[in-house]
């Protein structure tokens, strides 16, 4: 047995080409220098903000990231009122986005008919690939309008004796830009919660209903627990895209530095105004002080990346996981595995 063994491996041998052969190498090789290069590009970009920030940081030190101010007239410039604005704009269109992506994802998985899913499947990772200047016009043209004529006098009628929801009505602001930002995270977080969902066993989901179990109980005691950790991860990678939004978010927010409660208000974000001063900048400091605006941007992205990694390790522990997701459809029904 171990001579035909491994006579079939030398006719193997034999039959390999020189091409073959160089294969392995080739491949580790490749694959290597493609990994060098992302490291390499990481290090080069970090290395040319750390740089061209220099300046900015040397007058401003970390006060920079507390200062509201933003004169290019007296070259003094501060960080504060952007971050906020980011993070308020990022924080908010997760909120509603999280929640809405789920919903669509669970719709397609489970109670979409089979000959419409393809179809919404489709429409919906078509929503990802519309270019953010185009949901910014759009956003100017029909949503702005919508919130100040509509949206904002509702909610300033019913909501308004809280901070968040009193001023002047405008077709831009915080609001706008909050749901345009919605629309563009929606689609990214509702197609990898659709994939993760559809990579849980069928055999969890017939076993639970299997067991008396309804389809919101397997819903919520198998589909969600088992698919928990990538839907966080799917979060935490929309909200990254929500932080680095520039050109639709700077077409609808208002660019106008201040930090306010009201949703209706103007505001600006890190990379909006990157994008809507950086070529013309008019002295150095300003220059330097929007690179080191993106530094900071780098760090937040750099730190929900790594987030959302951290997040997407649970879900190579795959048995354990489904072990747990059977253990609490069983228990809906008073059972247990062992």
């Known amino acids: 047995m171990e001579t035909s063994h491994g006579d079939e491996s030398s006719a193997f041998e034999r039959t390999r080409s020189r091409l073959d052969r160089l294969g392995d190498p080739a491949l580790k090789a490749i694959t290597f220098v493609a990994a060098a290069?992302?490291?390499?590009a990481l290090v080069q970009i970090t290395y040319e903000l750390i740089k061209g920030s220099r300046l900015a940081f040397h007058r401003f030190g970390f006060g920079f990231l507390t200062s509201q101010t933003w004169d290019t007239i007296h070259n003094q410039f501060g960080a504060l009122s952007l971050i906020f604005g980011t993070a308020i704009t990022a924080i908010l269109a997760i909120v509603i986005a999280a929640p809405l992506a789920v919903a669509i994802a669970l719709f397609l998985t489970?109670?979409?008919p089979k000959p419409v899913r393809a179809l919404l499947g489709?429409?919906?990772?078509?929503?990802a690939?519309?270019?953010s200047v185009i949901l910014g016009l759009w956003g100017i043209l029909i949503l702005g309008p919508f919130v100040q004529n509509q949206l904002e006098p509702f909610?300033?009628?019913?909501l308004g004796f809280l901070p968040f929801f009193r001023g002047q009505t405008s077709p831009t602001g915080i609001l706008t830009a909050t749901l345009v930002l919605t629309i563009m995270v929606v689609p990214i977080v509702a197609s990898v919660t659709r994939e993760l969902f559809m990579t849980v066993p069928p055999e969890l989901r017939e076993g639970a209903l299997a067991l008396g179990a309804t389809r919101w109980e397997m819903v919520r005691g198998?589909?969600?627990p088992a698919a928990r950790p990538g839907i966080l991860a799917a979060v935490a990678l929309g909200f990254g895209r929500a932080v680095g939004e520039a050109m639709a978010v700077l077409m609808v927010i208002g660019s106008q530095i201040g930090i306010h409660l009201s949703l209706f208000g103007h505001s600006d974000t890190l990379a909006a105004r990157i994008a809507g001063q950086y070529n013309g900048a008019s002295t150095n400091l300003q220059t330097s002080s929007l690179v080191y605006l993106a530094t900071i941007l780098l760090v937040i992205s750099l730190a929900v990346n790594i987030g959302a990694q951290l997040l997407i390790r649970p879900i190579d522990r795959r048995p354990r996981?489904?072990?747990?997701?059977?253990?609490?459809?069983?228990e809906t029904q008073g059972m247990s595995a062992d």
């Open 37 to 40: 290069l992302a490291v390499t």
């Open 110 to 112: 489970e109670l979409a």
């Open 122 to 127: 489709a429409l919906v990772e078509m929503l």
């Open 129 to 131: 690939a519309i270019p």
């Open 155 to 158: 909610l300033g009628s019913t």
């Open 222 to 224: 198998v589909l969600l």
């Open 321 to 330: 996981r489904q072990r747990i997701a059977l253990d609490r459809a069983l």
